[in-house]
């Protein structure tokens, strides 16, 4: 009789250890569920800056605009100026990264990018996917919250699928073009802050009859923060979109 009260007790008590485990993690469990919002509006529209490098080196400031529709989901990006085959996957990434930061679905909804760059002549942009997509990610998300984003501030940097910024090319030839702009600020990826680059020097030797020219490449280092900071430009690491968004909203 004993045995079989102790069975029951036994019984009883992990009944109510399970229940209080189950209850404990349909709790856990709700608090990071997400809930996703649809867009009601046709036609949402945003814009943000974007910082590109010419064919002569040179750095140049425009603009990446988003139009968001009804649609099938397509990414959709306007060739004109040319840009580089890897910013098809940017797009979607920065697509992606907008729908997870702003809680929308965006299944139903065609996104068409289209880049502005104010080119010359004979004049190309290199307006490559990586460096691309953190703009696009901005652009993308102003579209959805109607929001316009600060314009004293440029950015430049690659987006990844968790939000993370990562690093790029152009960072001084980008940061002069927004100092010839007037520009406020520069958001660049973190970690990027010390640069490494190589110094043209030329030396000379005379010889009876001629003279011998010798061209060195002379590794230097240089703090772009500190440099341009020389110049009235204030420049800051960002290393999510999150915090991007904080800078420029």
Sequence with gaps: MKKHTINYIIAFLLGILITSIVFY???????????????SAEILKGES?????????????????????DGDGKILINTNPFVEPDTQYSAI??????????????????????FD????GNETGLIGGPSAGVAMTIATIAAIEGKIPKKS????????????????????EKGQAAVDLGKQK????????DIKYYEKQVTKKYLKNSIIYTTKYIPKELNVIDYFNEKFLSVKEVETINDVANEVF
């Design 25 to 39: 993690e349909s709790n856990f469990f709700d608090k990071d569920k997400i809930i996703v919002k649809e867009i």
């Design 49 to 69: 800056e974007i910082v590109a490098v010419n064919n002569q080196g040179n750095g140049l400031i425009g603009n990446v605009n988003v139009e968001i529709s």
């Design 93 to 114: 990434t920065a697509v992606k990264v907008a729908e997870n930061f702003t809680n929308v679905n965006l299944d139903n909804k065609n996104i068409i990018f289209d």
């Design 117 to 120: 760059i104010g080119l010359k």
């Design 153 to 172: 501030i440029v950015m430049t940097g690659t987006i990844l699928p968790d939000g993370k910024i990562g690093w790029i090319g152009g960072i001084i």
């Design 186 to 193: 520069f958001l660049i990826p973190k970690g990027q802050d």
